[in-house]
């Protein structure tokens, strides 16, 4: 809701593709040990870009009528660095890169 997304059809689909990319990472942790397949996580990250999307959109997009303040902006870059420091830390532990080869 930070840039203006309030249709409530809108926010519990952003809401569903989160939980999905919660999902496909907990598949991943569960069934795939480290080094193997990394199926489920790339549909992880296909599954949390959606939001992301969304909201690139909205902050930019075609028809967005009023631009936030530009402190959301860096709210928004600083809440995209932060979010995918979990996805790159998996990835790295998946492929047994450095400190997370054991």
Not at 47 to 54: C, E, H, M, Q, R
């Amino acid at each position: 809701m930070l840039v203006g997304i309030d249709d409530v059809a809108a926010l519990v689909g952003l809401a569903g593709a989160d939980a999905a990319m919660i999902g496909f990472g907990w598949l991943q942790e569960r069934y795939e040990p480290p080094g193997g397949s990394l199926g489920p996580f790339w549909l992880g990250c296909l599954a949390g870009a959606v939001p992301w999307v969304a909201i690139a959109v909205y902050f930019a997009g075609p028809g967005a009528d009023l631009h936030p303040p530009e402190f959301v902006y860096v709210i928004f870059a600083s809440l995209f660095v932060a979010f995918n420091c979990f996805a790159v830390n998996q990835w790295l532990q998946y492929r047994r890169v450095g400190p997370w080869r054991d």
